[in-house]
């Protein structure tokens, strides 16, 4: 049996603990906020409920540890768990700073526990057959990749401020699909941003188009918004010199009316709760599979660090406005070109 233990049970923590929940020969034995919903706790049948994450930390009969605190206390506490030797797996991102990013790799290659980031696109049904067909060479060589991301509405001021921006923030998970389904990496980007739909103010921009290119050659676009008026949207392209592949939203129901006044249907998804809840369960039993198999992270740290480092490279190519090259930033840093 593997006992796993929750670090902060707020929104995703809750996702996580039901996903959890799921599976035979796993019990989801700790769970730790200091806001902690005593009851839906117990409902679900946790056995041991704490206000500090310490506790579950400490507790050796602990096998692996869901980390679903602030992003400020990511970095700090997979360190003190991969030094404890329980296996980790970490909502995006690891930390807002490259450096802190890289002391995490480096204790995590040392200690050699599994530890799988939260990049829970890459579970979604159609990101997979997507690259199942772009790897089976359906496509052809790739010409462009587009990847389309809004949000239904803005978050809180008071959350862009801690969030580290944009980029890392909503960006990064389209960063980690792009690598996901190319195969490659990023050579240069450029950024073209503002604020269009929101009250951010000089804090954060609400809207971006980042024009990449990648090592092969090929383009890609992402295009991101804080808001919509129609709910989530979510769609990818890639084009490609055999085929062109993409897949449109998930809407609420498939029902068509046509009439005198047009054609109408329902509206995408609301929000990425409903859009990608098949995909937390999926990226849980990848998390568990990997745990009773001894097998490497299907997403790991290095994941984590190449989506980080070009959400770095598109705020700078935003400040500055330029075209910024990926090993501008790993120079910056140290890490050897890619």
């Known amino acids: 049996m593997i006992n796993i233990g929750i670090l902060g049970a707020g929104r995703i923590g809750k996702i996580h603990a039901a996903a959890v929940k799921n599976y035979n020969n796993v019990n989801l034995k700790s769970i730790a906020d200091p806001y902690l919903d005593e009851k839906w ?34 970095s ?10 329980k296996a980790i797996f970490c909502e995006k991102p690891v930390d807002l700073d490259i450096n802190k990013i890289l002391e995490v790799k480096k204790v995590l290659d040392k200690t050699k526990v599994l530890f799988q980031i939260g990049f829970n696109r890459r579970f979604d049904s159609n990101f997979k057959k997507l690259k199942q ?14 990847i389309v991301s809004r949000d239904p509405s803005a978050p809180p001021l008071e959350y862009v401020e801690a969030s580290g921006g944009l980029f890392l923030d909503m960006t990064i998970h389209d960063f980690d699909i792009l690598r996901f389904i190319s195969n490659e990496e990023v050579e240069e980007l450029n950024v073209n941003a503002g604020n269009f739909v929101s009250n951010f103010g000089d804090k954060d921009i609400d809207t971006a188009m980042i024009h990449l290119k990648l090592k092969s050659g ?3 676009l992402i295009e991101n918004c804080r808001v919509t008026t129609y709910g989530y949207d979510q769609r990818v392209e890639v084009f ?19 009439g005198a006044n047009g054609t109408s249907y329902g509206k995408p998804l609301d929000f990425f709760l409903e859009r990608y809840s098949k995909a937390y369960e999926n990226e849980t039993f990848a998390f568990v599979q990997s745990l009773k198999n001894n097998t490497k992270s299907v997403v790991g740290i290095d994941d984590a660090l190449e989506s980080a480092l070009l959400a770095v490279a598109a705020k700078k190519s935003y400040d500055e406005n ?9 120079q910056e840093f140290n890490i050897g070109e890619k």
Request: proline share 1%; net charge negative.
């Open 322 to 330: 330029r075209v910024v090259k990926i090993n501008e930033i790993r």
């Open 240 to 258: 490609g010199t055999e085929s062109n592949i993409k897949f449109e939203n998930i809407f609420e129901d498939c029902v068509v009316k046509t």
């Open 76 to 85: 700090d506490l997979i360190i003190k768990c991969a030094l404890k030797g």
């Open 133 to 146: 067909l772009v790897d089976n060479g359906e496509l052809g060589n790739l010409i462009t990749l587009k």
């Open 41 to 74: 706790a117990k409902d679900l049948g946790i056995e041991n409920l704490y206000k500090n994450v310490e506790d579950i930390i400490n507790d050796e009969s602990i096998d692996a540890v869901y980390i679903c605190t602030p992003t400020d206390t990511h």
């Open 218 to 220: 090929a383009f890609a």
